[in-house]
């Protein structure tokens, strides 16, 4: 028996920091005060959560883009920038969330667990924050840090909720595909159903995924026709549908004694060992009442089923007569079913974890005096340094210093003039390196560093 698996590729987007704010405290007729440039806000996360209301990946499939709030700046007089709100994005329960490379990151399971998928960025502290004993005025801001982006890929094992049972050709795959959103691959001829489809049904808020089973023929249970691994698809069902055919050129069938025999042959399976299905909830529609005939019969046959304390619609799949009103019913079926079930409890999720970085980074020869430095902090800081400005161009260097880098750089054998990019691939950073000057490259310090010229 195939899983069915719903999945969709969502590309997460957390929030960007807030860039730092770089102001001196001024009042009217006063000596320019100190250091007032507040921080900025950090992004907003993207997190998933397990919502009992979310059955389907669908949404995800329709708007497979989302981000979350970048944090505001910081601003003068110590006004520090809001955070941007994190983006909590609904998933079905079992929701499994592999990352680009396939490897699974996370198995959501239980009502209100959390996984954050996408970090916000930090944001840039202001010169406020910045200033020291030694560098008491500084004349620039950090930079807010971008907020992660990545692909994920979501998937969940799919329970249908709905199962289709009835005679061969009496519609049911017609029926899911004209009911499904999700448009199922359905061939366009009448050849029977071999493997259950399924479709993802919305009808108003409701969502749910109906499988269109194999037609059911007298003698199933007893080993004709393809009967037994499909009805063990439909007992993870809390609804059947019986689907019955107004309109069958067969002789000695209607819709009645179809629907007596299809019961029976549930019975026998049942008797046989197979899934009891007595107690699922069950709905009535009477198939195909687009073609006249079908419409007389139809109407005389529903009362006597009704007779019978059956709920029963007439629809037609070829012209999507009624097939509103079924949808909405089945919805209602199935989310009575579904309130009746106790909600699994959250359970904490298990992530990868991060690799932390033993050494705090890595200088590696490309060749031809390039080098490349790899490594968390430096990639972070040269985010956030805002290159226009020299003073912060210089912040940066000293950092680079103090981490090791420059000496690193003359044991890994750079010459002057060397090419060093910080960073990842895509968006690294390049420096033309110079042992006297530093990593700084063009920056060189004419005062002591710290020194706002507006200052002076
Ligand atoms: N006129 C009319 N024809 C329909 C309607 N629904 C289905 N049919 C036709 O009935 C035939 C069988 O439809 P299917 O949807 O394949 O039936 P099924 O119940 O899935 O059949 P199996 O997979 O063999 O069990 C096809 O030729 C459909 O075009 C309807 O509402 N009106
Ligand atoms: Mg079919």
């Known amino acids: 028996m195939p899983d069915f698996v719903d999945e969709a590729v969502v590309h997460v987007q957390a929030g960007d920091g807030g860039h730092g704010c770089a102001s001196v405290h001024r009042e009217k007729f006063k000596p320019l005060g100190g250091p007032d440039g507040a921080d900025g806000g950090s992004g907003g996360d993207v997190i998933l959560e397990v919502d009992p ?158 499988a269109d089973v194999p037609g059911l023929i007298p003698g199933a249970s007893s080993g004709k026709g393809l009967g037994l691994a499909f009805l063990r698809h439909v007992e993870r069902c809390s609804t059947l549908v019986h689907v019955l055919d107004c309109a069958t050129p067969e002789p000695g069938r209607d819709p009645v004694s179809d629907l007596d025999t299809i019961e029976e042959e549930l019975r026998s399976y049942a008797a046989a060992g197979g899934p009891d299905l007595s107690d699922r909830q069950r709905l009535v529609v009477l198939n195909k009442v687009d073609v006249p005939d079908a419409q007389d019969l139809a109407e005389l046959v529903q009362p006597m089923l009704e007779e019978r304390g059956l709920r029963v619609l007439r629809v037609s799949a070829g012209s999507r007569f009624g097939l509103r009103e079924f949808s909405f019913a089945m919805a209602e079926m199935v989310a009575a079913d579904r309130a009746r079930r106790p909600a699994a409890a959250p359970t904490r999720v298990v992530l990868r974890p991060r690799p932390v970085d033993e050494v705090p980074f890595r200088v590696v020869p490309l060749g031809d005096n390039t080098f490349r430095i790899s490594g968390e902090k430096p990639t972070r800081w040269v985010h956030q340094t805002d290159f226009g400005n020299d003073e912060a161009v210089g912040y940066l260097a000293d950092r680079l210093d103090r981490l090791g880098i420059e000496r690193a750089l003359v044991e890994a054998g750079a010459q002057d003039g060397a090419e060093v990019h910080i960073g990842d691939d895509d968006d690294a950073v390049v420096f033309d390196w110079d042992q006297s000057r530093g990593a700084g490259a063009e920056y060189r310090p004419v005062g002591p560093r710290g020194t706002d010229p507006r200052l002076q």
């Open 53 to 210: 209301g979310t059955t389907t990946l669908l949404e995800y499939q329709r708007r497979p883009h989302r981000r979350a709030q970048n944090g505001r700046p910081g601003q003068g007089h110590n006004r520090v920038g809001a955070d941007g709100t994190s983006l909590v994005l609904p998933v079905p329960e079992g929701t499994v969330i592999r990352d680009e490379s396939g490897e699974i990151l996370a198995d959501l399971v239980g009502t209100g667990t959390r996984m954050i998928a996408a970090r916000g960025g930090k944001g840039g502290l202001g010169n406020a924050a910045l200033a020291s004993p030694k560098r008491k005025a500084p004349g620039f801001a950090l930079r807010g840090e971008p907020g992660e982006a990545r692909d994920l890929r979501l998937e969940i094992k799919t329970i249908a909720d709905v199962g289709l049972l009835g005679y061969p050709s009496a519609g049911k795959s017609s029926l899911v595909s004209a009911l499904s959103a999700a448009r199922p691959k359905i061939a366009d001829y009448p050849f029977t159903t071999l493997v259950p489809n399924l479709g993802v049904v919305e009808a108003g808020e409701h969502q749910f995924v109906v």
